[in-house]
């Protein structure tokens, strides 16, 4: 399939106060960063929509190596500029994404969602976050002629109400994060410096993406655990960070059943764009305490995972001698998963040390 992205950036800015598309967010302009978006996901044929300010934008286009459709009728509003992009777009394309300049960190894995699930018939997609429709929509190049018709009374949103459309589930909240305000630019500052640590609600629609119902709840007693052993530590003077705490402990077995399920979780996270959670389901199945004896998230969330079995709180002993019974027949299994055991027993040593308290009654006082 030939998939397209028309991006809109001819308006006034005019809650701003600065002009949006040009605006820095991290090193690169909101148009760049849309761009990079696109780019990710693999397309090559874009088409920004310019009219107020069009000269600059447009040479900010050229400077990204993106093609431009100018809108001399932008104050028409933003209909007006898909309109003049879409009559620029190639003729053999199968479908085109439309983005507003000011929604720039949706996230590529979401792209490549909309991609996978495009059935290729006359239906718009649309990506969905927490039950609401967000940017972009992945509009079947069948409807260009639609566009191009359409009045503009009401907008895109009107006209798409009249065709058929589908939704994809993402857990991505830059779907729905745009910049109109200062305030707003300052939200997705912090969103960029943060990327690859998924927020709270996103972790959790990721897990039930990926995992299964079983899977899900297993998982989310392993977050409660986490989160019950770092606050205890935070009480001594740790600083974790609770939202990468929480996501290492709840798609710790997003690769279960596979072989090397750590490293294969791992890879998958990392190709999904949240790497340092990746390196924490990378290292969940087995850790030496650190020779530092300073805890991290990683320590936390294996220590953890070590204390759930499935649905239910275990002692260590318990849970050890649960994998032993499974492979009594093979000696050299057994050898290691003694050595695991006397390595998990160490980590939760330290860290009845460094929380002053005992693991089992940290879990007991958070209701595990």
């Not at 088409?47 to 900010?60: D, S, Y």
């Not at 990204?64 to 777009?89: E, I, Q, T, V």
């Not at 394309?93 to 894995?109: E, Q």
Request: hydrophobic share 45%; aromatic share 4%; proline share 5%.
């Amino acid at each position: 399939m030939k998939i397209a992205a028309v991006i809109l950036a001819a308006g006034l800015s005019s809650r701003m106060g600065a002009f949006k598309p040009l605006l820095r967010l991290g090193e690169t302009s909101l148009l760049g960063h849309c761009r990079a978006l696109f780019a990710a996901a693999g397309l090559e044929e874009m088409i920004v929509a310019v009219g107020h300010r069009a000269g600059e934008t447009l040479a900010e286009a050229e400077s990204l190596g993106m093609k431009w459709a100018c809108n001399p009728d932008y104050g028409a509003g933003m209909f007006s500029s898909l309109r003049c992009a879409a009559a620029a777009l190639p003729e053999d394309i199968d479908a085109f994404f439309v983005l507003p300049v000011d929604i720039p960190l949706v996230r590529s894995a979401t792209l490549r969602a909309m991609l996978a699930a495009f059935p290729g018939d006359d239906s718009v997609l649309y990506p969905v976050f927490a039950g609401r429709r967000g940017h972009p929509p992945l509009i079947p190049a069948s409807l260009t002629p639609r566009v191009l018709d359409h009045d503009g009374v009401g907008g895109l949103r009107n006209l798409l109400r009249q065709c058929r459309g589908a939704d994809v589930a993402v857990w991505d909240e830059g779907i729905h994060l745009d910049a109109d305000t200062p305030e707003d630019l300052q939200r997705l500052q912090h969103r960029l410096a943060r990327i690859s640590v998924p927020t709270r609600p996103e972790v959790e629609a990721l897990a039930e993406i990926l995992l299964s119902e079983q899977g899900l709840v297993h998982a989310r007693l392993v977050g409660r655990a986490a989160i019950a052993l770092a606050d205890a530590l935070s009480r001594q003077g740790y600083r974790l960070d609770r939202d990468l705490l929480y996501g290492g402990a709840l798609l710790h077995d997003v690769a279960k059943g596979e072989p090397r399920h750590e490293v294969r979780g791992a890879e998958m996270l990392s190709a999904l764009g949240v790497g340092e959670i990746a390196g924490i389901v990378a290292a969940h199945k087995d850790l030496e305490p650190p020779i530092s004896g300073r805890l991290t998230e990683k320590e936390i969330v294996c220590l953890a995972d070590k204390l759930i079995s499935g649905p239910r709180r275990v002692r260590i002993d318990e849970g050890y001698a649960e994998k032993l019974m499974r492979c009594a027949a093979d000696t050299g299994a057994c050898q290691e998963i003694i050595a695991r055991k006397t390595r998990a027993l160490a980590l939760m040593a330290l860290v009845e040390q460094a929380a002053a308290r005992g693991v089992e009654t940290i879990l007991d006082e958070a209701g595990l």
